[in-house]
């Protein structure tokens, strides 16, 4: 639903950026008096090393939302949502590069079908390019948000391990409310004057999206790897394409539609990979423990 907000706050004046730090602002407003309530003795007890941590997280979450949002101004959202949930195949890729760990072959193929989605997507917002759109630059910055959204969880999912999800939040939501504040007011970007419409779009965008979507994400993550959490994002762009079609009233042609399918195909064959190289990986690690007595000791 985050799009088709977006879209409604742009057409009652908002600007993007604007759009982006009043969604975490309103996000963290509500948040913070229930955490102080609930666990403000738990946030007091933060190490200096761990909000150091809730701030990059929140950092890479603000640049996220900054150019995400920012790419629905430029380009359509079927090609948005369906790039900027490209995250999984940076998040393989860092993996390789940064923790050394080896890449199956179905990961590998899933990154190269995916690359051919994404290619094919442009490919079709190039044939449709309107004069008022910038498609290309809506596509890049979407993959900016893509790229963006990889270090928020892989930095974010050791400090959710420690913290309720009340205070993970809270942390998070507000610093990325601050960092975006703050390029707002150095872009000179006005939060006023917009008409009513628009904040309460923008209202809908803290409470729906923010709030339940991402909190949801981010509950699941002091429970699940990321591998796992991702796997229900990839129905994000066939939900916002459908919605973008009937309310936006959107056309996607079959090179777009052929560009999706590969795309969310890709990602799905990297998930998969992931989740088989974990399951293998621990009936490795059982395999290898000695076997025990079957008496429990106090």
């Known amino acids: 639903m985050a799009s088709i907000f977006v879209r409604f706050a742009y057409d009652a004046g908002a600007p993007s950026l604007a759009v982006a730090a009043l969604r975490l602002t309103f996000a963290a407003l509500v948040l913070l008096p229930l955490a102080w309530l609930r666990c403000r003795d738990e946030l007091a007890a933060l190490s200096l090393r761990d909000v150091l941590i809730g701030l990059l997280s929140g950092t890479f979450l603000g640049a996220h939302f900054a150019t995400w949002i920012s790419s629905l101004q430029y380009t359509s959202v079927i090609s948005s949502v369906v790039l900027v949930t490209l995250s999984p195949l940076f998040v393989a890729l860092a993996s390789a590069v940064v923790l050394r760990e080896p890449l199956p072959r ?51 999912r050791r400090l959710r391990m420690r913290l309720s999800l009340l205070a993970y939040i809270s942390v998070v939501y507000s610093a990325a409310a601050i960092m975006l504040l703050l390029t707002v007011w150095l872009a000179g970007v006005p939060l006023t004057g917009f008409a009513p419409q628009a904040y309460v779009w923008m209202a809908l965008l803290a409470l729906l999206p923010q709030l339940v979507g991402h909190t949801s994400f981010n509950w699941s993550l002091g429970y699940l790897p990321a591998t796992y959490a991702t796997i229900p994002v990839l129905g994000e762009p066939i939900g916002s394409s459908l919605l973008a079609i009937i309310v936006l009233g959107e056309s996607v042609t079959p090179l777009k539609l052929l560009g999706g399918g590969l795309a969310l195909g890709g990602i799905a064959l990297m998930t998969v990979s992931r989740i088989v190289g974990a399951s293998n990986q621990r009936r490795a690690t059982s395999s290898q423990q000695p076997a025990t007595n079957d008496v429990t000791t106090h």
Not at 107 to 115: H, L, N, T, W
Not at 140 to 156: D, E, N, R, S, Y
């Open 106 to 156: 179905l990961a590998v193929a899933g990154m190269v079908v995916a690359v051919l989605g994404g290619i094919l997507i442009g490919a079709g917002d190039a044939n449709q390019a309107a004069a008022a759109s910038n498609p290309v630059l809506g596509n890049l910055l979407a993959l900016a948000g893509a790229l963006c959204i990889t270090p928020h969880f892989l930095i974010g």
